[in-house]
């Protein structure tokens, strides 16, 4: 397959900047094995049946985006990607001049970051404080919105570019198909006999990274974290025997539990993950898939093809642009059907 057979045109009109003015209240593109069909979110729960199984990503987003000084003068612009221990960090570095291993900079006006040295794309740092890492994250740094939102983070976004149901620290994005869910319709699902259950993934930045070599096969995948706790196994499990589905919450919930079943069965745990997802690969969890529109030419917009169906799925993007749906992280989702 060639990277060329995952784009399409996308009016920049079309890039929501901004949440809804509630969650919940954006269209919902049903892709279903024999129809598509514009729907609402708020729909949703007609949509799902007792004993379906809906599977969030309970990751947090760190305020990962830091300003600071070199010893010259020079600006300097940090973007954590990983957070090592309670001092060190990976992390994406802006600047004029590539910092050196063993030079120092001056975070916020008030952190000493020392260059420890590089692992990769990453500069490995050192915050030279008594404050833990997660702390001056969330003293000193703005939220890590994505590169085709134009403003910086204000309040709204610190609010609404989180889940309503994130608790583990750890993203440097957000699992943007979870923003729809307030905790109206999580009650609502529980009512209707759908079980809630949880994994956690790490949003890292490569998730924005268009894929650059000419052919799928060729691109190498980022890394990422993740962990399927018991309590999931076991409800996925109990949703098969009862005749239910598995509905993943997002690209990020799928591919934490594809991952888990690397070996050919669901298993609880915890490990890095560099899964691949392109048209042929073969399912071995999920039923159903929620989540948003993604990037021409990205790994998120493959992984969706070979869920729903390549020719199917790049049709539904073409009738989400005539329709003026909204696309990316603020924008509306799709809830998708395997198509095998």
């Given at each position: 397959m060639?990277?060329?057979?995952?784009?399409?045109?996308?009016p920049?009109?079309?890039?929501?900047?901004?949440?809804?003015?509630?969650?919940?209240?954006?269209?919902?593109?049903?892709?279903?094995?024999?129809?598509?069909?514009?729907?609402?979110?708020?729909?949703?729960?007609?949509?799902?049946?007792?004993?379906?199984?809906?599977?969030?990503?309970?990751?947090?987003?760190?305020?990962?985006?830091?300003?600071?000084?070199?010893?010259?003068?020079?600006?300097?612009?940090?973007?954590?990607?990983?957070?090592?221990d309670?001092?060190?960090?990976?992390?994406?570095?802006?600047?004029?001049?590539?910092p050196?291993?063993?030079?120092?900079?001056l975070?916020?006006?008030?952190?000493?970051?020392?260059?420890?040295?590089?692992?990769?794309?990453?500069?490995?740092?050192?915050?030279?404080?008594?404050?833990?890492?997660?702390?001056?994250?969330?003293?000193?740094?703005?939220?890590?919105?994505?590169?085709?939102?134009?403003?910086?983070?204000?309040?709204?976004?610190d609010?609404?570019?989180?889940?309503?149901?994130?608790?583990?620290?750890?993203?440097?994005?957000?699992?943007?198909?979870?923003?729809?869910?307030?905790?109206?319709?999580?009650?609502?699902?529980?009512?209707?006999?759908?079980?809630?259950?949880?994994?956690?993934?790490?949003?890292?930045?490569?998730?924005?990274?268009?894929?650059?070599?000419?052919?799928?096969?060729?691109?190498?995948?980022?890394?990422?974290?993740?962990?399927?706790?018991?309590?999931?196994?076991?409800?996925i499990?109990?949703?098969?025997?009862?005749?239910?589905?598995?509905?993943?919450?997002?690209?990020?919930?799928?591919?934490?539990?594809?991952?888990?079943?690397?070996?050919?069965?669901?298993?609880?745990?915890?490990?890095?993950?560099?899964?691949f997802?392109?048209?042929?690969?073969r399912?071995?969890?999920?039923?159903?898939?929620?989540?948003?529109?993604?990037?021409?030419?990205?790994?998120?917009?493959?992984?969706?093809?070979?869920?729903?169906?390549?020719?199917?799925?790049l049709?539904?993007?073409?009738?989400?642009?005539?329709?003026?749906?909204?696309?990316?992280?603020?924008?509306?989702?799709?809830?998708?059907?395997?198509?095998?």
């Amino acid at each position: 397959m060639r990277t060329e057979d995952f784009d399409f045109e996308l009016p920049e009109r079309l890039i929501a900047q901004h949440p809804p003015a509630k969650r919940g209240a954006s269209r919902l593109l049903l892709v279903g094995k024999e129809r598509v069909e514009d729907g609402a979110f708020i729909g949703l729960p007609q949509l799902l049946n007792e004993h379906d199984v809906l599977v969030l990503n309970d990751t947090r987003v760190l305020k990962a985006r830091l300003f600071g000084a070199k010893q010259t003068g020079g600006q300097i612009e940090v973007m954590v990607e990983r957070v090592l221990d309670e001092h060190e960090v990976l992390a994406q570095v802006r600047a004029s001049k590539t910092p050196k291993t063993g030079s120092r900079f001056l975070l916020a006006g008030a952190i000493q970051i020392l260059v420890v040295g590089r692992a990769g794309e990453f500069f490995h740092l050192r915050f030279e404080c008594d404050e833990a890492v997660d702390d001056v994250l969330e003293r000193y740094g703005k939220l890590p919105l994505p590169p085709y939102i134009t403003h910086t983070a204000e309040a709204e976004d610190d609010e609404r570019y989180q889940t309503v149901f994130a608790r583990e620290q750890g993203a440097v994005a957000a699992p943007t198909a979870g923003l729809h869910f307030d905790q109206a319709m999580l009650d609502a699902l529980r009512a209707k006999g759908v079980q809630i259950a949880y994994v956690t993934l790490h949003v890292g930045a490569g998730t924005f990274k268009p894929v650059r070599v000419e052919h799928v096969a060729d691109h190498v995948m980022h890394s990422e974290r993740y962990t399927v706790p018991q309590a999931t196994v076991d409800a996925i499990k109990q949703a098969k025997t009862n005749g239910g589905r598995v509905v993943a919450v997002g690209t990020t919930s799928l591919r934490a539990l594809e991952s888990a079943a690397a070996g050919g069965e669901l298993a609880a745990g915890s490990g890095e993950t560099r899964i691949f997802i392109t048209p042929g690969y073969r399912f071995k969890v999920i039923d159903v898939l929620l989540t948003n529109f993604h990037l021409p030419r990205s790994t998120l917009l493959m992984l969706v093809c070979a869920f729903g169906g390549m020719a199917k799925l790049l049709a539904a993007y073409r009738h989400a642009v005539e329709q003026e749906y909204r696309f990316f992280s603020y924008g509306d989702a799709m809830l998708i059907e395997r198509e095998s």
